[in-house]
């Protein structure tokens, strides 16, 4: 009977160990890019893959250590086991060349570790090169702003949201918060930077695929940190050049009379108070707002809400109608807008393309 229950639970083990394992398996393949978007085991840039690289090595020397370890452990206690009538096994207490052995040996691992580590913090750590893009970015409760310098530093092109860079060209980020300590951070780019009131803090990064990569703030900051999102549009050099030159120009007129109804409303209500919309070929604002995101080219966006909501008429209606529902804690207040205000500002703002 003993036999027989023991096959019977060996039996149930087995298919229980099999499915964890092709579970964990799974979670391996390309797929899981689609279940875990924000990984870090799938790098786009130098710098993330010097990242993974050192964590791939430690955790194999780990595991191979522990290997090493619990079979040596494994073995001494099958080894010397407790047996009637056997003499007390031999007493190594005090052995000079053992005691040298093992602590010779743990600071080769710590060596084996410590260079790599060391080599990887100063390959992270350095100085951008000259011909680097340098973008500004601004932490705000709870939401990122992007500044690009354009027209050899004489205007300046700003957005929200969704940094864009050019696949094989260095980038830094030069980065501040406008409030409270954030931390930026999209895992496929690279490690995380703490974003520091009255400080500036860099990242250096090439990036190699084009492709959008999800981030998001990394440091508790308030009600909606959780929601404070970002992604990175990683664009050809041709395709960045005209997303750029598209954001370095004005905001387009409104040609529709329902667009200039939302128009009116947004440029004279209290839209104006805190965000800007640039038109004329000075780029004249026309709101003078400098508390919420920029929103010249807002309806190229992908997104609205710092990323959690897709850019469409739908979404957009739904935040315009009570912000602090679909954000807790969000700065842009209930404005009471009427179903029909919000309808003739949703058709203006899809129009800033």
Same mark, same amino acid.
């Given at each position: ?45 130098e710098f993330a893959r010097q990242s993974d690289w050192l ?33 007390? &096994? %031999? ?5 000079? #060349?053992? /005691? ?5 040996? *743990?600071?080769?691992?710590?060596? @084996? ?123 050809? &050099? %041709? ?5 750029? #030159?598209? /954001? ?5 007129? *409104?040609?529709?009379?329902?667009? @200039? ?93």
């Amino acid at each position: 009977m003993k036999s027989r229950a023991k096959r019977s639970g060996y039996s149930l083990r087995m298919p229980a160990f099999g499915l964890a394992l092709l579970t964990l398996l799974a979670a391996c393949g390309e797929d899981h890019l689609k279940t875990y978007p924000q990984t870090t085991f799938a790098p786009v840039t130098e710098f993330a893959r010097q990242s993974d690289w050192l964590f791939k090595y430690t955790l194999v020397l780990g595991v191979l250590v522990g290997l090493f370890v619990f079979g040596l452990l494994g073995y001494i206690v099958w080894r010397f086991r407790y047996q009637p009538g056997h003499p007390e &096994p %031999e007493q190594v207490h005090g052995n000079a #060349r053992l /005691e040298l052995l093992w602590t010779f040996i *743990p600071a080769l691992i710590l060596a @084996a570790i410590a260079v790599p580590t060391v080599r990887t913090i100063f390959a992270t750590q350095r100085e951008a090169p000259a011909n680097a893009l340098t973008i500004e970015v601004h932490g705000w409760q709870w939401w990122w702003e992007y500044r690009y310098a354009v027209n050899g530093g004489r205007d300046t092109v700003v957005t929200a949201n969704e940094i864009h860079v050019p696949v094989g060209t260095p980038v830094q980020l030069r980065m501040t918060s406008g409030d409270v300590l954030h931390s930026f951070w999209i895992p496929q780019m690279g490690g995380k930077r703490d974003v520091i009131p009255n400080k500036v803090n860099t990242l250096n990064f090439t990036p190699e695929e084009p492709g959008v990569y999800l981030g998001q703030c990394a440091e508790f900051c308030g009600d909606s940190h959780a929601l404070m999102k970002m992604r990175m549009i990683a664009h050809t &050099p %041709e395709g960045f050049q005209e997303w750029l #030159r598209n /954001e370095a120009g004005p905001a387009p007129t *409104p040609r529709d009379s329902a667009v @200039a109804l939302g128009k009116q409303l947004v440029t004279k209500g209290a839209c104006a108070g805190c965000h800007v919309i640039q038109y004329g070929a000075s780029r004249d604002s026309a709101t003078v707002g400098r508390t919420g995101p920029n929103l010249t080219h807002f309806g190229s966006r992908r997104t609205l809400a710092a990323g959690i909501l897709e850019n469409n008429a739908e979404n957009l209606a739904k935040w315009l109608k009570n912000p602090p529902e679909v954000k807790p804690g969000s700065k842009m207040p209930n404005l009471n807008l009427k179903d029909e205000e919000i309808r003739f500002i949703v058709a203006y703002l899809q129009t800033l393309q």
